[in-house]
DNA sequence: CATGCCGGGGA
DNA sequence: TCCCCGGCATG
């Protein structure tokens, strides 16, 4: 049989099955030329065909080196990497392949997480911006969309990295738009979003086990509890650094000026966020400097070995970067997708637009 | 909801 | 090895 016609019609909506009609090949005559759809015997597989026409759709890569920006009057530009280097603690060998080494799910299907309903981050908004907090979301830890994670009892929460700002919201959207009120005094009606928020938040990680286990104290089962319920704090800052950040003396609010709040660390952490590639969008303000809250080494005395280190697992440390440009299926379309890559036929990564 | 792709499955 | 899809993550 015809190997074109397994396929059958239905697909449309979300995913057309498949479909391997030809649009563009007329019925194929006897034999078609070479680049027809899977020979057997490999040739130059080359695409060379009329697909480069489309893929001229790259993009602008290259330079962005807001750098030189020129706000900032004094040299600042040093400790770059280094709070990189501290935030990515890892290490090489940190295979978190073990992941689930340790407790939890033995066997058991346990239930969704649930229960617990201990959930609260200690933020204190105090300190600096009194003027006014547009209130706006707050603190709603649990209204989280995420019915499973990939393990079980994570969740994903992003952390306001201001320099006396802990707010912890359960969502981007949430984070940026307090950002963008509260500290870079914005208008909230526009939520016209530029990449600057992101570089003032990060995501962590709340491993609820380990939180319920370390201090289950939110529960009054065990009455010993003296402890100190302290709230797991990736916050490594220091007021070390404030000192040299102080060019603007305080931060936030400047309703007026632009963020002119923003402080001056001449590098860019990637927390996660890689904006890279085309970036279409003049940025108005030269991003890169910014960023004032520095992360130190963690001097935090972690006994246990349930180290909250933000990087590896799931979703919240190494984050899919999810590359731009894109990719064979948006740019063909589901009705020419002879005209893929093999990758992205295969669902795979794709090959031929790799970013 | 659409896109991109990993991991796994069938021939 | 080729081919494909479930399902999930992400924006
Ligand atoms: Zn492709």
Not at 183 to 207: A, K, M, P, Q, T
Request: include cysteine; glycine fraction near 6%; aromatic fraction near 6%.
């Amino acid at each position: 049989m015809t190997p074109e016609f397994k396929n059958s019609t239905a697909l449309s909506q979300a995913d057309e099955k498949k479909q391997s009609e030809r649009e563009t090949l007329p019925v194929l005559p006897g034999d078609q030329e070479d680049l027809g759809t899977g020979k057997p015997s490999g040739h130059a597989d080359k695409e060379v065909m009329a697909a480069t026409v489309l893929t001229s759709l790259s993009t602008s890569p290259l330079v962005l080196y807001p750098s030189s920006a020129s706000t900032v009057p004094e040299p600042f530009s040093k400790t770059c990497k280094e709070v990189l280097s501290a935030s990515y603690s890892s290490s090489t060998s940190g295979n978190w392949s073990w992941d689930a080494s340790d407790q939890s799910v033995p066997s058991t299907p346990s239930p969704p997480l649930s229960n617990d309903a201990n959930k609260n981050f200690p933020l204190s908004s105090q300190g600096d911006d009194v003027s006014e907090d547009v209130t706006e979301t707050t603190h709603f830890m649990f209204e989280d969309p995420i019915p499973r994670k990939r393990k079980n009892s994570m969740k994903v929460m992003f952390k306001c990295l201001w320099k006396n700002c802990e707010k912890v919201l359960s969502t981007s959207s949430g984070i940026q738009r307090h950002i963008r009120t509260v500290h870079l005094g914005r208008n909230s009606d526009s939520d016209y979003s530029d990449g600057e928020e992101d570089f003032y938040y990060s995501e962590i990680e709340v491993n609820m086990d380990s939180l319920s286990e370390g201090l289950s104290n939110l529960t009054p089962t065990s009455p010993t509890t003296s402890g100190p319920p302290p709230v797991f704090p990736p916050t490594l800052n220091d007021a070390l650094h404030s000192e040299h950040i102080s060019v603007n003396g305080q931060q936030n609010q400047g309703p007026s000026l632009l963020s002119q709040s923003a402080p001056s660390t001449l590098c860019h952490i990637r927390t996660d966020h890689a904006y890279q590639g085309p970036v279409s969008h003049v940025r108005t303000v030269s991003i890169g400097e910014k960023r004032q809250p520095a992360a130190s080494t963690h001097t935090t005395v972690n006994k246990n070995h349930t180290l909250i280190t933000p990087a590896p697992k799931s979703t919240p440390g190494s984050r899919k970067p999810r590359g731009e440009a894109k990719k064979c299926r948006k740019v063909y379309g589901m009705e020419k997708r002879d005209m893929w890559c093999t990758a992205c036929r295969w669902k795979k990564a794709c090959q031929r637009f790799t970013d």
